[in-house]
């Protein structure tokens, strides 16, 4: 931890790789558990729930679908859930502009090319990022960063979870609840909890949106051959 506190890039590169492996290990483990509950307790029909707009996506744009899952999301994601995380200013701006970037996808129509999408709303936000900067005192965000500091372990944890139920409509059109679901997301919730606790050690959002896109890339590697294979 010393050299992560002295900022030493090698020092941060292991880390981020060491916590990817853990995060394997402890999706190894919840699936396994969630094998054992299944065959003996509960009888879960986890084919109940599928992620059809997204298996949607992959099958009619793999392209779109490899630059949503391995940066599009990371960086967006990243940006809502662990900017406010022991936040600097310039993070704290982030944090903002990735509300907006959120917002606009609900402005801008579906029809639109997807590439024009994201230029122009990133733009946008390149726009604001450099307003918040100049228009905000440094005062105001320095008090928002001592109590997002203050509280840090409650935005970590909290994060973590919300993270996994806002992926509940990767399944479902509406909010809903149930067990199955919530065994869906749990992955999701690991996921979140080991992007924070990087973001805490390296000191820097770019180490969970690394760590986010190995994720992610992780799981394209596996389902994008099979997908495509089964198109042809």
């Known amino acids: 931890m010393n050299l992560l506190r002295e900022n030493n890039l090698g020092a941060k590169v292991k880390n981020l790789f060491r916590n990817f492996a853990l995060m394997i290990l402890c999706y190894f483990a919840f699936f396994f558990i969630l094998r054992i509950l299944d065959l003996f307790i509960f009888d879960l029909d986890l084919q109940k729930y599928e992620q059809m707009e997204i298996l949607k996506i992959l099958e009619e744009n793999p392209l779109k679908f490899i630059f949503l899952a391995a940066i599009a999301a990371p960086v967006i994601e990243e940006s809502i859930f662990r900017s406010i995380l022991k936040p600097t200013p310039i993070s704290i701006r982030i944090f903002f502009c990735a509300l907006i970037y959120i917002f606009g996808l609900f402005i801008i129509p579906e029809e639109a090319h ?111 051959p099979f997908t495509l294979s089964h198109l042809t």
């Open 114 to 224: 997807w590439l024009l999408k994201f230029g122009l709303l990133l733009s946008t936000i390149l726009f604001i990022f450099y307003a918040l900067g100049q228009l905000v005192p440094s005062k105001v965000y320095h008090t928002i960063c001592y109590w997002l500091h203050k509280y840090y372990f409650l935005i970590w944890i909290g994060g973590a979870i919300i993270f996994g139920f806002v992926h509940i409509y990767n399944y479902v059109d509406t909010f809903q609840l149930d067990l199955v679901l919530i065994l869906m997301i749990f992955p999701r919730i690991i996921a979140g909890y080991f992007f924070g606790k990087v973001k805490l050690e390296n000191k820097s959002l770019l180490w969970p949106i690394l760590l986010h896109s190995m994720n992610n890339s992780m799981v394209l590697i596996f389902v994008l």
